[in-house]
């Protein structure tokens, strides 16, 4: 099975902080990875696939990169709707895995 | 507009048995994979089950031989039969649309709202 390592697990920012969390994979997933946004009671949302494309209908503030094994998600500027937890799947073998999450509060 | 409506969840006794089901609308359901994902209150999302476009299904060692996912195209619907149920089970169940037509940028695009399964004497 493929892990994937999120990090950091909580993350303490300001509105217009600049963020950054990473996933690493186990092993290479290519660019097989998306990048989701939760809040409480709410179904994920994706905000990237395929590792870098930016979802239809999300901001620009967000962006992702990497390939292989190592994969951010950055919110330029944070906005008080971006506190949320957020997570990466990877969609590149069975079992599809998640990172744990990366709960992002305000400071 | 895609939409994925999940249905039956509820209280169950260990041991039990529970089948839950996703209504699908918006998009040509037939031509997608189709996934089942449950997460237990503040913790790690865990993909349960896929099934494909010519109905291969696959499954985590966690869950095989108890659960089974199946669907139905021309109801646009996809179920997951639950057996011998624990209490580990007990969790959100979410439905999110897979691939389609051989791409993988659709994967887990949509999610339905969840519907809630509780294992429990």
């Known amino acids: 099975d493929i892990q994937m390592t999120q990090s950091p697990s909580s993350l303490s920012a300001s509105v217009g902080d600049r963020v950054t969390i990473t996933c690493r994979a186990s092993?290479?997933?290519?660019?097989?990875l998306g990048w989701y946004q939760q809040k409480p009671g709410k179904a994920p949302q994706r905000l990237i696939y395929?590792?870098?494309n930016l979802q239809s209908g999300v901001p620009s503030r967000f962006s992702g990169s990497g390939s292989g094994t190592e994969f951010t998600l950055t919110i330029s500027s944070l906005q008080p709707e971006d506190f949320a937890t957020y997570f990466c799947l990877q969609h590149n073998n069975y079992p599809i895995t998640f990172g744990q999450g990366t709960r992002l509060e305000i400071k | 507009e895609v939409q994925l409506v999940e249905s039956g969840g509820g209280l169950v006794k260990p041991g039990g048995s529970l089948r839950l089901s996703c209504a699908a609308s918006?998009?040509?359901?037939?031509?997608?994979?189709m996934h089942w994902v449950r997460q237990v209150t503040g913790k790690r999302l865990e993909w349960v089950s896929a099934i494909g476009t010519a109905g291969d299904t696959y499954y985590p060692d966690s869950v095989k031989g108890r659960f089974t996912i199946s669907r139905e195209n021309a109801k646009n619907s996809l179920y997951l039969q639950m057996n011998s149920l624990r209490d580990g089970d007990t969790a959100v169940y979410y439905c999110?649309?897979?691939?389609?037509?051989?791409?993988?940028?659709?994967?887990?695009?949509?999610w339905g709202q969840g519907t809630l399964v509780t294992v429990s004497s």
């Open positions: 092993q290479g997933i290519r660019v097989d």
């Open positions: 395929g590792a870098s």
């Open positions: 918006g998009f040509t359901f037939s031509s997608y994979d």
């Open positions: 999110a649309r897979g691939r389609g037509y051989s791409s993988d940028w659709y994967s887990f695009e949509y």
